[in-house]
């Protein structure tokens, strides 16, 4: 009798995620950056925008590098106590390794670096989720910034409206999103459509370590409770 093909082996040994190998490789990364850079920067992001934050990296490629995710791993790599730190204070460093936040090796100046920080921001459309910075009415009438094909997609998305003469019409005042609430999934879709931006991507420096000195810009967090 043929065998059934419902009975094959599967062999899940050879399934290929990461593992302890990628981590090891990460944490040798970053002990090596400490050789090859003269200084090391915790940083926190807020609505981070991979395309802008891939291009900033490049931008300075030459002189920096970046690293971002497990902070758990990160704070090994440095070492989270004293005991066990590569170099002095950088258990320092671990400390504000919570949260959205990520390594900035560079051999720029302190100046330079606080520059570029400074004036680093992107403007984008808010996604679902987001608090909204401001309060969003619209009210009743024309709205001539849609086309009439418009109308029945509008209308999904919770607004009051029909067409007047092939025109979109709101037939009553209708709230997009008010201003300290989450932002929802039809609210995200109109904002977006009425070109308004209300998520801006930034980046804030937390720490510095340089030659074994140690300076915070912003209060560490105790790792303790920590697992």
Aim: hydrophobic letters at 35%; glycine letters at 6%.
């Amino acid at each position: 009798m043929p065998q059934s093909k419902r009975n094959k082996v599967v062999t899940l040994s050879k399934t290929k995620k990461k593992g302890r190998e990628h981590k090891e490789s990460i944490v040798n990364s970053i002990r090596q950056a400490l050789d090859e850079y003269s200084s090391v920067y915790a940083f926190t992001f807020e609505n981070m925008r991979n395309l802008k934050f891939k291009e900033f990296r490049e931008e300075l490629k030459s002189s920096s590098r970046f690293f971002l995710g497990s902070n758990k791993v990160m704070q090994i790599s440095l070492g989270r106590t004293a005991s066990d730190e590569g170099k002095p204070y950088l258990h320092k460093v671990a400390k504000f390794l919570r949260g959205k936040s990520g390594l900035f090796f560079t051999n720029l100046s302190k100046e330079e670096v606080t520059r570029l920080f400074d004036e680093f921001e992107e403007h984008d459309f808010a996604r679902t989720g987001s608090i909204a910075t401001e309060t969003v009415d619209l009210k009743e009438g024309h709205l001539d910034q849609f086309t009439h094909e418009m109308e029945p997609f509008l209308r999904k998305q919770g607004m009051p409206v029909r067409l007047d003469k092939g025109v979109v019409e709101l037939v009553s005042d209708f709230v997009v999103c008010e201003e300290g609430k989450a932002i929802s999934p039809e609210a995200s879709r109109i904002l977006r459509l009425l070109g308004v931006k209300m998520a801006t991507f930034r980046l804030h420096l937390l720490c510095r370590w340089s030659a074994d000195e140690f300076e915070a810009y912003r209060e560490a967090l105790d790792l303790s409770d920590e697992e």
